[in-house]
């Protein structure tokens, strides 16, 4: 193992050797070995600026917020509402009201499934998906199909992971309610076009979600721009904290929408008499005490993104992925899944023909390099490949071209194992339940 790291050091280059120091995890080792960790579409790691935000609200300002008239608490619901107003601004939302915070992406959806989806959607009306989606942008309308009498219908996917956009329009039908799709996907980064998507949406109008999980971390997103009329996103893919997400949705759309959850921040006041009368949005949406540090580390995640600039982290993007496709093109029996450098977004899906992705996954990890191996949860979408699985390189802001290169050098030494003995044509996920946990 050694042998693949030089002196037990891995060289840096360009933004990743500006900024690796900002990130206290990885001064972790493994053995000789330093972490490489290519595992960035599942969590990504987080910078000094936002522990020290997070310890800096527990420390200084920790309290509840919008209940307490003391100036503890009065100063936690302006950090708050700060953190509000500047993923407002992040993203180019035309109000700060037009942005919940939510647990994440899963919670995002589900939340517009029970509210939006329930009371437009009913028996005999159809709900647009397409064959890239993430169980999490793809269950919750299944889900409201079952239980309303609707019809899933997914926009199949072409053999290089694209959606056509005549496919999609094709799809937009007089009985079409709802469109969810994917902005990038977890599994191969390909970049879908969202925007003429929305466009044709539209134009049969029918309202937009769009997953923005992947995209966030890559490249400025403009929801005035795509002219979407939701789009979520998980904070702690973005280098924020676990646990907070946000629901950005037009502000005529979110007035319409029910609470989610009822309880304490939701209601104006409760008698046993009157009908209850719920608060507007955000904070109708935000039943209970909210992630209140989550917000505010997602704040200054976006505001060290900002730092850095979005320029940088394109052409850094670019780099990573280019050094990629060009290290595994040079492997015998590696294929590589999609076409990652049409529009690079920081994902490089593979598989070794013969070996098994958990093996693959398994032999880089004993070499320190972290990586996702299976089927990232959006199974419909690799069984449209016919694979049992991926390996994902899946890249941040830290990141250097000498990690691509150790991946490179570690994979010619792959060699089959215990699933590719034990299971050689059975999905593993049927027997790892903790796979379906995985994005």
Known sequence: MTDLVSNGEISTSTLGESVRRDFPILERRFGPNPLVYLDNAATSQKPRAV????????CDVNSNIGRGYYQLSMAATDAYEAARATIRRAINAEHADEVVFTPGTTAAVNLLADTFGRSVVTAGDQIVVTGMEHNSNMLPWRRLCETSGAELVVVPVSVGGRVAIDRFTEALGPRVRLAAVAHVSNVLG????????????????V?????????????PVDVRD????????SGHKVYGPMGIGVLYGKRELLSRLAPYQVGGGTVKGVTLEEPVAYVPVPARLEAGTPHIAG???LAAAFEYVEDLGWDSIRRHDDMLVYAAVAALESIPRVRIIGDPAAQPSGIVSFVVDGIHPYDVGGHLDRHGVAVRSGVHCANVFLDSFGEVGTVRLSFAVYNTEAEVDLVRRALTTVQPGFWTEKHPTERFLATDPVAHNQH
């Not at 522990?51 to 527990?58: G, R």
């Not at 309202?207 to 490249?219: F, I, K, S, Y």
């Open 51 to 58: 522990l020290d935000a997070l310890v800096n609200y527990y």
């Open 190 to 205: 390909t970049v879908n076009p969202v925007r003429e998507m929305i466009g044709a949406a539209h134009r049969h109008g």
């Open 207 to 219: 309202p937009v979600l769009v997953d923005g999980a992947q995209a966030v971390p890559h490249r």
């Open 226 to 233: 795509l002219d979407a009329d939701f789009y979520c996103f």
């Open 295 to 297: 917000a505010i580390g």
